[in-house]
């Protein structure tokens, strides 16, 4: 009885390591304040991310929040140990305070990741004035 006992706890052993045997990601930042950016400005942020895992990950099809924002990302599998980038772009169209979710779906452990853009949009600073008629 203990060695069914003793290869039960063995085989459960060996099950646990190999279910963390996975792509484990990790941002350096999952937020990004602008501050004040002037409307019409177009900036952009790189979000980036290490694969702390054992195994490769793969992003998924990322996606903004609204049509103001436009995201790129690694493509290809980022091995273990290995760095991947989100880079998002955020077109200041309308004026005010702004809060914009870039989502990153993959395959790694811990699954769906949400990326923060905010900050305040004012007006541009370089709008040429009116001439007076004199």
Excluded: H
Excluded at 38 to 57: A, L, R, S
Excluded at 79 to 92: C, I, L, R, S
């Amino acid at each position: 009885m203990k060695k069914v006992f003793s290869l039960f706890v063995a085989i459960l052993a060996f099950s646990a390591v190999s279910f963390a045997q996975k792509g484990v990601i990790k941002f350096a930042k999952n937020e990004n304040d602008f501050g004040k950016i002037e409307q019409g400005k177009p900036v952009t942020y790189v979000f980036e991310f290490t694969n702390e895992g054992t195994d490769p990950i793969v992003l998924g099809n990322v996606a903004a929040s609204c049509g103001c924002t436009t995201p790129e990302w690694t493509r290809e599998p980022v091995m273990p140990k290995k760095k991947g980038t989100v880079k998002a772009t955020f077109n200041a169209g309308v004026m005010g305070p702004f809060n914009k979710t870039v989502t990153v779906p993959s395959n790694a452990e811990n699954g769906t990741v949400y990326l923060t853009l905010k900050g305040e949009v004012i007006a541009n600073k370089t709008a040429t004035p009116a001439k007076s008629g004199k």
